[in-house]
């Protein structure tokens, strides 16, 4: 409970803070994001409570700010992630990710005869909101794949 | 980026029209050297010599002149050179590819990387356009007319690509469909939501021989062995979805028969002398057809 709740308060001065992220993507989140990469301070901690969620996990990171593209690329998989931007301690700015319409380079293909899971050619998709949930077809291909077919491109194979 | 031809979906209505109205000016006049002095390279990185043949010949009618691979022994790309260095290359040389290529989207991303317009011969199981356009062709030139369409899809309708397009061209024109294959082969959900989207009457039968009657246009597609792991379960609908010409007694006076070809044997050979056979016809249309692309693509409505 005290670690918790000392882990929710722990500040950051200036930087991002990405909350609502679902706990199982924490880490694909991370790796979309890049933030191996970075030499900033990050911090982050899953399975915490959340009311949205059920179970979260939040990310924290000091001296970084995001451009919406990049942010969003994190939508296909934390659709409900929130950001706080902060400033001197403070949460200057609130926002929400959107998918974006086209998505490039995230996601794989789940057709096999594809040629982008053949060839080196980035992926691109167009993004569609239905019944069943996110739908992305396949600009080249043009089949479909759904949240339960989706598979995110990992580092090594991009 | 240029215009190019990959899917069916690339062309407008306003411009399939256009197309068909072009293909059936060069049935009257088939020889017009409208393009003298342009290359078209023709790509086919799988063999398909009926499809091959009647885009070439339709390139030398127009007056260009063709250059090309028609498999990919001894090319650089059987030493793995990927279709983009490939289609760079060739599209140094040419003033518009027309591309065969195993892979499904293979043809889109060459339209990406190409600075001259491509013309999609087949993608995989994908698209196939101009196949779809000449049907189209094939359709208005027997009923005079494209709209209000009474046809009836028989065979292969869950891997035919064929069908699958020729159903989003007509669903422009208001057509009506019946859907007749085994359990196994059915018409894929997606596409009968589409048309339930587009508020067009589809029915779905496994019977042939009740459902032609009210037929304009008896659409036939190739059952193929390999889609089946039963062989017992082939033998059986090969034949029940076998077009016999005493299947044809009460069909329509102006019914047609359409097939892509090559058929093995779901229409017998005795269909082939009776007026409503119609198959070897569309294949020649074919060859307008593809004059009316390759000349649109080159030079735009005139
Ligand atoms: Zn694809």
Do not use: W
């Not at chain 1, 949460?91 to 794989?108: D, F, W, Y």
């Amino acid at each position: 409970m005290t670690n918790e709740k000392e882990f929710k308060v722990t500040a950051i001065k200036d930087g991002t803070v990405i909350d609502h992220v679902p706990s199982k993507q924490l880490f694909k989140v991370i790796e979309i994001l890049g933030l191996e990469n970075y030499a900033n301070q990050i911090t982050f901690g899953m399975n915490l409570e959340s009311k949205k969620l059920g179970n979260k996990a939040i990310i924290k990171i000091a001296d970084l700010f995001f451009e919406d593209d990049d942010i969003n690329r994190i939508a296909l998989i934390a659709p409900q992630a929130k950001l706080n931007i902060i400033r001197n301690y403070k949460v200057v700015e609130k926002r929400s990710v959107t998918i974006p319409e086209i998505i490039t380079g995230i996601a794989k293909c789940v057709n096999p005869h594809c040629i982008t899971n053949h060839q080196p050619v980035e992926t691109r998709f167009l993004a569609q909101s239905s019944d069943n949930g996110l739908l992305l077809t396949c600009c080249y291909c043009e089949k479909t794949t759904d949240s339960q077919t989706l598979r995110i491109i990992t580092k090594e194979e991009s | 980026m240029m215009k190019s031809l990959i899917s069916i979906h690339d062309f407008s209505k306003d411009e399939m029209l256009y197309v068909l109205q072009r293909a059936a000016e060069f049935e009257k006049n088939p020889s017009q050297s409208l393009l003298a002095g342009k290359v078209v390279g023709s790509i086919f990185f799988e063999p398909s010599t009926r499809t091959r043949l009647s885009f070439e010949t339709a390139a030398n009618r127009l007056g260009a002149r063709v250059v090309g691979f028609s498999d990919v022994k001894n090319t650089s790309v059987s030493k793995g050179e990927t279709l983009k260095d490939t289609i760079k290359m060739v599209a140094n040389y040419v003033d518009l590819i027309v591309l065969r290529h195993p892979l499904e989207g293979s043809a889109r991303y060459a339209a990406e990387v190409a600075n001259v317009p491509v013309v999609n011969a087949g993608d995989g199981a994908n698209q196939h356009p101009s196949q779809t356009l000449l049907d189209l062709y094939s359709i208005q030139k027997t009923q005079g007319r494209l709209d209000n369409i009474h046809i009836t899809m028989v065979g292969d309708l869950k891997y035919g690509r064929t069908v699958h397009s020729l159903l989003q061209a007509l669903s422009l024109f208001n057509a009506r469909f019946k859907f007749i294959a085994p359990p196994e082969l059915q018409m894929p959900a997606e596409y009968k939501t589409y048309l339930r989207g587009k508020g067009l009457a589809f029915e779905e039968h496994t019977d042939l021989i009740r459902n032609i009657g009210d037929a304009d246009i008896l659409y036939m597609t190739r059952v193929q062995q390999e889609r089946f792991q039963d062989p017992i379960e082939y033998e059986k609908v090969k034949n029940s979805y076998s077009l016999k010409k005493s299947m044809l007694a009460k069909a329509k006076p102006t019914m047609k028969i359409l097939h892509p070809l090559p058929r093995v044997n779901e229409i017998d050979a005795g269909v082939d002398d009776t007026p409503h056979a119609y198959y070897f016809e569309q294949a020649r249309n074919g060859m307008f057809t593809r004059m009316a692309i390759i000349a649109y693509l080159l030079q735009g409505a005139r």
